[in-house]
């Protein structure tokens, strides 16, 4: 048996392209048991479109409660997925910290003022080495930051297919010890499959460094799509339990829970 979760939906309450009610039809239809919606959240600028708007993070928390409330077949969960910025982490604690959710995810969509997943000319004329080891370092910020549960896509910086010339097995050990340091789990992100690089985040040849440091796991689509809930995770069962997995994490008030998993 295992407990499916996951915890990274986008509806339209940002960029995602369908309410949450259709969300969660889309979990039963895959067999989940629990789905939780994790909107994009960025404190620092203003109408993105891609963001939730922060007159409307009351209403989305309340609505998510209602589902919660009228839905018996599934166990639904609140979260935001939060852009994160170094020197910004007592605002953006102030701002998470009253609200009432079941978990937080961080995010590194930005480099300085650039997003590095909306545009293969952010790369242009990049030393792509030298933007990996900047990337690893401000997730690396983000996991020590206190904020987040969980990190999503951890190596979004591949996401073109630019690749880091020598061995990143180091970037990734840094990241698994980090990580198993400061309480915080680990997203597999099945999205990757569907951008150019065509690949999982992270890099699964990795996964096993996450699983010696003892980092738990949650399984995620970041589906904006109803039909991409739950997205390659039988796929990514098999990935775990060939590297050892036989846990998975689950999320509930801010409060991180293990559960065993048969894969
Ligand atoms: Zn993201
Ligand atoms: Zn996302």
Known sequence: MIYKTDYHIHSNYSDGKASPEEFVKAALQAGLNEIGFS???????????????????????????LLKNSTDEI????????????????????????????YIIGS???????????GREFYNGKDIDRLYIDYFDIVCEAISSGLFDFIAHLDLIKIFGFKYSRDPEPLYRHLAEKMAR????LEIN?????????????????????????????????????????????????ILKAVGYNEMCTFRNRERYIVPAEF
Do not use: Q
């Open 75 to 102: 166990i639904v969960r609140t979260g935001f997925e939060v852009d994160y910025f170094i020197g910004r982490e007592i605002e953006t604690y102030n701002y998470l910290s009253p609200l009432k959710l079941d």
């Open 39 to 65: 909107e994009h959240l960025n404190l620092f600028y203003n109408d993105l479109s891609w963001c939730i708007d922060h007159s409307r993070v009351n209403e989305y928390i309340k609505h998510i409660d």
């Open 190 to 238: 099945t999205n990757g499959k569907n951008k150019p690089v065509g690949e999982y985040y992270p890099d699964i040849r990795f996964l096993h460094l996450f699983k010696e440091a003892g980092v738990p796991v949650c399984v995620n689509s970041d589906a904006h799509y109803p039909a991409r809930v739950g997205e390659n995770f039988d796929d990514v069962y098999k």
């Open 182 to 185: 400061h309480y915080v789990a």
């Open 108 to 118: 590194v969509h930005y480099m300085g003022d650039s997003t590095v997943d909306n």
